[in-house]
């Protein structure tokens, strides 16, 4: 799927699923899903496959491998990048990562399925742009065909 793709697919799924709920973990409409799962369902993928489950952690491992490719240093993050970065844990607790569709880089509005947003919005979300405050670092990537 090309940018421009992405884009008008999460737009579209925004106006279809506006009401899905956000749910850690989740992966379906009607009960709620998580950033990851929404953003696979942009792609025309699910979550989970190959019994592999595909979150931020994974994501952000495996960045350099098709069917996605990160950002260069300097490339911008064009409407339709995806912003991600991964969770991390302290002192056994478990912070999660985000990802969401990049919709306008300069002005941080993201289209994205969080708790704070309480389901799939499109919204300002800085956070996606320069990361959480302890420092994980924010990935740009572009999902190729």
Not at 34 to 45: K, L, T
Not at 60 to 82: D, T
Not at 91 to 120: E, L, M, N, T
Request: proline share 6%.
């Amino acid at each position: 799927m090309t940018p421009d793709q992405i884009l008008a697919a999460a737009r579209q799924l925004v106006a279809a699923h506006r009401a899905t709920p956000y749910r850690m973990g989740g992966d379906d409409w009607q009960t709620g899903m998580d950033c990851s799962a929404f953003v696979w369902r942009v792609v025309g993928q699910r979550k989970l496959a190959a019994g592999v489950w595909r979150n931020t952690d994974w994501l952000v491992r495996n960045r350099h491998q098709p069917p996605m490719r990160e950002l260069a240093a300097g490339e911008s993050a064009a409407p339709g990048s995806i912003a991600v970065y991964g969770g991390r844990v302290v002192r056994g607790r478990r912070y999660a990562g985000h990802v969401g569709i990049v919709v306008d880089a300069d002005r941080q509005i993201v289209i994205d399925c969080s708790s704070s947003a309480k389901g799939i919005r499109e919204r300002v979300a800085p956070i996606l742009f320069r990361g959480p405050s302890d420092g994980r670092p924010v990935y740009f990537l572009r999902f190729e065909a």
